[in-house]
T-cell receptor
Framework: DAKTTQPTSMDCAEGRAANLPCNHS???????VYWYRQIHSQGPQYIIH?????ETNEMASLIITEDRKSSTLILPHATLRDTAVYYC????????????WGAGTKLIIKP | DVKVTQSSRYLVKRTGEKVFLECVQD?????MFWYRQDPGLGLRLIYF???????EKGDIPEGYSVSREKKERFSLILESASTNQTSMYLC???????????FGNGTRLTVT
């Protein structure tokens, strides 16, 4: 599975859009991009995933570049409860259920 | 909403004890997973199961075993707990390959 690179930490003002980048320059054509987050003292929570097209759900939007070498998770109106560690993971279909979890980005939402 | 319940939030055990960590899900998901999470190492897969009585080793199965006698329950067993098994243990479920994982809130195990 391809590896991902994320910034260690980021700040964002409450009410603004939080844009979290992820580089996955070695991604292959059949690898999906997943985003999870982990709020302190809780298990990780699924946010969104995609393959090639941009995706949007009630939590966030996922923008994948045309060459698929990077992606951005967008939280459109960040709240204090969005403070968490955000993990970007790429995973190949039929890869025996394995996900490779990195260190993620610590996102701090400031009032 | 999917509910994944881990039996204990905090657990303290002595070296050499046999430890059982229980995970129960209420959504009839096929796949269940046990991870451990350590600072600087991220989440690492210990074992997973894609059906009753089926199990597969993950990245770090040494020192652990699992049991899945019923679809809704997946148990992690530390046969003889050691201090290097002090960690946060997370259970997750999944309806099928490529589907999102649903996690419990974890069990923080301390082995003294």
């Amino acid at each position: 599975d391809a590896k991902t690179t994320q910034p260690t930490s980021m700040d964002c003002a409450e009410g603004r859009a939080a844009n979290l980048p992820c580089n996955h320059s070695t991604i292959s054509g059949n690898e999906y991009v997943y985003w999870y987050r982990q709020i302190h003292s809780q298990g990780p929570q699924y946010i969104i995933h995609g393959l090639k097209n941009n995706e949007t759900n009630e939590m966030a939007s996922l923008i994948i570049t045309e060459d698929r070498k990077s992606s951005t998770l967008i939280l459109p109106h960040a709240t204090l409860r969005d403070t968490a560690v955000y993990y970007c993971i790429v995973r190949q279909k039929d890869s025996n259920y394995q996900l490779i979890w990195g260190a993620g980005t610590k996102l701090i939402i400031k009032p | 909403d999917v509910k994944v319940t881990q039996s204990s939030r905090y657990l303290v055990k002595r070296t050499g004890e046999k430890v059982f960590l229980e995970c129960v899900q209420d959504m009839d998901h096929e796949n269940m997973f046990w991870y451990r999470q350590d600072p600087g190492l991220g989440l690492r897969l210990i074992y997973f199961s894609y059906d009753v009585k089926m199990k597969e080793k993950g990245d770090i199965p040494e020192g652990y075993s699992v049991s899945r006698e019923k679809k809704e329950r997946f148990s992690l067993i530390l046969e003889s707990a050691s201090t290097n098994q002090t960690s946060m243990y997370l259970c997750a479920t999944q309806t099928g390959d490529l589907r999102p994982l649903h996690f419990g809130n974890g069990t923080r195990l301390t082995v003294t």
